[in-house]
């Protein structure tokens, strides 16, 4: 398997949405309602425990961010 390095200058852009909790979580129950019976989907309480460990991408990371802002 390949080791990620720091620095290989490999040709990157890493596309960053920002978006209120808000507007996250009526997307992910609005694509909810689309799913078969049965199917299992994000609830609020999952999309709170996962943004709990998100931080924005730092400058000193180094991607090459374009950013989408969502309202």
């Known amino acids: 398997?390949?080791?990620w390095r720091r620095g290989s200058a490999a040709e990157?852009?890493?596309h960053f949405?920002?978006?209120s909790d808000e507007i996250c979580k009526r997307q992910l129950r609005e694509r909810g309602n689309e799913l078969p019976p049965g199917a299992r989907w994000?609830?609020?309480a999952d999309f709170d425990?996962?943004?709990?460990?998100?931080?924005s991408p730092a400058a000193d990371e180094h991607f090459n961010v374009i950013r989408h802002e969502r309202a």
């Open 12 to 14: 990157h852009e890493l």
């Open 49 to 55: 425990a996962l943004t709990a460990y998100f931080e």
């Open 1 to 3: 398997m390949g080791r």
């Open 17 to 19: 949405i920002e978006a």
């Open 42 to 44: 994000t609830t609020d």
